[in-house]
Nanobody
Framework: QVQLVESGGGLVQAGGSLRLSCAAS????????MGWFRQAPGKEREFVAR????????YYVDSVKGRFTISRDNAKNTVYLQMNSLKPEDTAVYFCAADYVTGWDRRGVHSYTYWGQGTQVTVFS
């Protein structure tokens, strides 16, 4: 079992930045690939970014490439999502998730076994 707790969401003006954190507890953190997803009102949950257990590879949805950066600190059991140049369309609840398959580019929600409770990000213009 892996428990995930997100933090760092908030209200920010367009063009601003936020850094989300996701603290994990339970099994060996580095054994899991980690992902960030988001869900806007009335929309399906969508993939944002993924990082391998070793942090050797990262993947992003096209809409955030060049603006968001996923990283992890396995010593702290934490994964981060640095979000720069935020846009109103980035407004959503952001979730972190753990995938016991540590490699590959896996973007489906069903690929991830454990989920956090989410943190709200609101970007106003």
């Amino acid at each position: 079992q892996v428990q995930l707790v997100e933090s760092g969401g908030g209200l920010v003006q367009a063009g601003g930045s936020l850094r989300l954190s996701c603290a994990a507890s339970g099994r060996t953190f580095s054994n899991y690939a980690m992902g960030w997803f988001r869900q806007a009102p009335g929309k399906e949950r969508e993939f944002v970014a993924r990082i391998h257990g070793s942090a050797s590879s990262t993947y992003y949805v096209d809409s955030v490439k060049g603006r968001f950066t996923i990283s992890r600190d396995n010593a702290k059991n934490t994964v981060y999502l640095q979000m720069n140049s935020l846009k109103p369309e980035d407004t959503a609840v952001y979730f972190c998730a753990a995938d016991y398959v540590t490699g590959w580019d896996r973007r489906g929600v069903h690929s991830y076994t454990y989920w956090g409770q989410g943190t709200q990000v609101t970007v106003f213009s």
